[in-house]
């Protein structure tokens, strides 16, 4: 284990921007963390914890040091109630949805092909076509920074809401997970009612689909509206989609008989980031050296050289449209560093 001075971060963030980190380590297993975080240098020293890089904006160089999980390992126990399946934080998401869908472990497979990785899933509480990582989520360890010790963390310790998880709330920073274990089914139980799934089902003419079908479903319609972050810069949905009061929603409906939206709850209907701000006249625009994705209105891209703020006051342009034109703020789901 090496700490590197001024380390540069643009091959390690999917936007591909440019930036420094004054220090940057590598970290390989736990005890790397434990020695590195003896040190009262590194202990009390501003951090980031990066792993994919997928679903976050530098703005600017990092001040401090980047703590870049590489922690792997990929093992499935079969029990009475389940298929435990564990990764290490620095698995590549992807390759974790392949092992568990080639090996007809069900429960994952709609979140095929989402970036990043194993360890920033429970933060995020990452999701996609009707399902969140806390539907198959079952503990994660973690390392406390400040005791070194490590801590199993149950599902109802993850204080899990959309997009949302008690490590980007009250134990933001306090700990870096390490490792995962998901509880998954040897029972496949299609969850095809999304319409573009069915839809590609039907094209297809899968009429009762495997696991794997599901998996390839969601995948080919993930590539036909997202762009590669080896191609163009970017990463992923840049907004979380809005929920709002039903009432709010009854009034919206109520001019725009088109919008797209999807339950939330007793009382709250969640509306698509992506359909307003494609009704806001965004979609594909271009913009400097950034702008919308050409397919996915949800998606902001670099174009080649723009810098993080060109990026960030982008989205700051859009989020006052769609506030002007629709009453509704949206929130930013990509990390601004």
Request: net charge neutral; glycine share 10%.
């Amino acid at each position: 284990m090496q700490v590197l001075e001024n380390f540069p971060l643009k091959a390690l963030n999917t936007f591909g921007v440019e930036a420094n980190a004054a220090w940057f380590v590598d970290i390989e297993d736990e005890n790397d963390l434990k020695l590195l975080f003896s040190d009262e240098q590194w202990k009390n020293c501003p951090r980031l914890v990066l792993g994919g890089g997928s679903n976050m904006l530098f703005t600017g160089n990092f001040k401090g040091l980047v703590v870049h999980i590489k922690i792997q390992g990929l093992k499935a126990e079969v029990q009475s109630d389940g298929i435990f399946v564990t990764a290490g934080a620095g698995v590549v998401w992807n390759d974790l949805v392949n092992y568990c869908v080639n090996n007809e472990f069900a429960g994952i497979e709609n979140l095929s092909l989402i970036p990043g990785s194993v360890g920033a899933s429970p933060i995020q509480n990452i999701g996609a076509y009707g399902v969140e990582l806390q539907d198959i989520f079952h503990s994660c360890r973690a390392f406390e920074i400040s005791t070194g010790n490590i801590k199993v963390f149950s599902k109802q310790d993850c204080g899990f809401s959309y997009r949302d998880s008690v490590f980007k709330s009250a134990l933001k920073g306090l700990f870096i997970i390490t490792e995962v274990t998901f509880k998954l089914s040897g029972i496949f139980k299609p969850n095809v009612r999304y319409g573009a799934i069915i839809e590609e089902l039907h094209d297809r003419g899968i009429a009762k689909p495997s696991i794997k079908d599901v998996s390839q479903v969601i995948s080919h319609i993930r590539v036909s509206k997202l762009p590669d972050p080896a191609t163009i810069g970017n990463a992923g949905s840049f907004f979380k989609n809005p929920v709002i009061p039903v009432e709010k929603f009854r009034q919206l409906q109520s001019h725009f008989s088109d919008i797209v939206h999807f339950p939330a709850g007793e009382g709250f209907v969640k509306i698509s980031a992506g359909w307003l701000i494609e009704h806001c006249g965004w979609k594909g625009k271009v913009v400097g050296n950034t702008g919308t994705w050409k397919n996915q209105a949800l998606v902001l891209v670099n174009h080649g050289k723009a810098t993080g703020n060109e990026i960030f006051s982008f989205s700051a342009t859009i989020i006052e449209s769609v506030s002007s034109r629709f009453g509704i703020r949206l929130e930013r789901e990509v990390n601004v560093i």
